[in-house]
């Protein structure tokens, strides 16, 4: 099937080596922006800086990442928020 899809366009075998790279850059960023917004409770500001920090590096990647960020934000002012500690102040 794949040289069949080769024969018809043979350029395409180029376009799975450039996608695995950013692909899988981005997969690095989401689940380490994940990982700081479930671990928000412990040290606030730090994983504000590394969200955001993140972030900016996800989205020079993929610019589409950018609509992740306000929900991964809510996930873990909501962690500072069950855990009874200021929530308000480290999302600024």
Request: glycine fraction near 10%; hydrophobic fraction near 60%.
């Amino acid at each position: 099937m794949v040289g069949l899809a080769w024969a018809f366009f043979p350029y395409g075998i180029y376009f799975a080596a450039a996608w695995a790279w950013s692909t899988h850059i981005l997969l690095l960023c989401l689940c380490w922006m994940l990982y700081l917004a479930q671990d928000m409770a412990e040290s606030p500001l730090e994983a504000v800086v590394g969200i955001r920090y993140s972030g900016g590096f996800a989205a020079l990647t993929e610019p589409s990442v950018l609509i992740t960020l306000p929900v991964l934000m809510g996930v873990g002012l909501w962690q500072l928020w069950r855990a009874g500690k200021s929530w308000f102040l480290p999302g600024w």
